[in-house]
């Protein structure tokens, strides 16, 4: 593997729930090319067990990996922070610096080129949600969110990032942008054509229609949730066409949500630090 790559590093940090599953599984089936190009990717689950898990949960995981200077291209939207723990009175991903910092310390990353997608709030919740049902505890959505307990901002993440990277390249794309875009995302990132860049077919993940989650909520009255349980629920009321999936916001939280999802972009858009990628027909005056 060639280790004189004069790559400027890149690293992904998320978030979660805005299409970074299929985007891994592209690099993933895109190696060759990657490294043809001069970028060296890891898998994401081997990632997450050499350097991720034991470099940000030290104690509870073995060693890590000793760094390998070949990789120049980092991808894990749980480096800034687990799922269950994205949202927070103090805003969304929280602790993004100091965990961020763990894993740019042990790769030596000054100031590599960040990226992040963000989402409209409307569907970013209750996704966040439901990824959390897949590995946590269960609790009730209410439990789970609190409009006036958690601070939803966009921009903080933004600016935590500039924190731990005060002179790296930030760019955002937005996730309502991203079906049907993720070969133009990822040549933006890497400059490889994208009919070059390999794209899984589908990716086959747990969904939660909104009568799986009711059901779920009434079965917790009676019981402590299982995985089993959750796995069940889903089983028996699959995401389709006459079951749709869970959304627990009316008509005017949404509006609210979407009110302020847009504000949010709308700052963004003003910020003279950060590269907005707009992945729609007419993006030739975004320079990457």
């Known amino acids: 593997m060639n280790t004189t790559s004069t790559k400027q590093p890149v690293l992904w940090l998320?978030?979660?729930?805005?299409?970074?599953?299929?985007?891994?599984?592209?690099?993933?089936m895109s190696q060759e090319t990657l490294e043809r190009s001069g970028w060296y990717y890891k898998n994401l689950d081997a990632f997450r067990n050499d350097y991720t898990r034991p470099l940000i949960y030290n104690g509870e995981f073995p060693s890590a990996q000793p760094p390998n200077p070949s990789l120049n291209f980092f991808f894990d939207e749980n480096i800034p922070n687990l799922v269950q723990h994205a949202l927070s009175r103090n805003g969304l991903y929280p602790d993004l610096v100091k965990r961020t910092k763990k894993i740019s310390d042990y790769f030596n990353l000054n100031s590599p080129d960040l990226w992040f997608g963000i989402r409209d709030y409307t569907g970013f919740i209750p996704s966040l949600y439901c990824e959390t049902l897949k590995s946590t505890s269960y609790r009730s959505f209410s439990d789970f969110y609190q409009p006036d307990h958690h601070r939803l901002d966009w921009n903080d993440v933004i600016d935590r990032m500039?924190?731990?990277?005060?002179?790296?390249?930030?760019?955002?794309?937005?996730?309502?942008?991203l079906?049907?875009?993720?070969?133009?995302?990822l040549s933006r990132v890497t400059d490889i054509p994208p009919e070059e860049i390999n794209l899984p077919k589908s990716i086959s993940r747990l969904g939660f229609s909104q009568a799986a989650i009711n059901a779920l909520e009434l079965l917790s009255k009676n019981k402590k949730i299982t995985s089993s349980d959750i796995v069940n629920a889903t089983k028996s009321h699959p995401k389709n066409k006459e079951n749709p999936s869970f959304q627990p916001f009316n008509d005017e939280d949404k509006e609210r949500l979407r009110e302020k999802y847009m504000n949010d972009v709308s700052k963004i858009n003003g910020r003279g630090d950060v590269n907005k990628i707009n992945l729609q027909p007419c993006d030739k005056n975004n320079a990457k």
């Not at 500039?162 to 942008?177: D, G, N, Q, T």
């Not at 079906?179 to 995302?185: H, M, Q, S, T, V």
Request: proline share 3%; aromatic share 14%; no cysteine.
């Open 179 to 185: 079906r049907g875009n993720e070969a133009k995302l």
């Open 162 to 177: 500039r924190e731990v990277f005060p002179k790296s390249r930030i760019f955002i794309y937005r996730y309502e942008e």
């Open 14 to 28: 998320g978030a979660h729930k805005t299409g970074t599953t299929f985007l891994q599984k592209a690099l993933d």
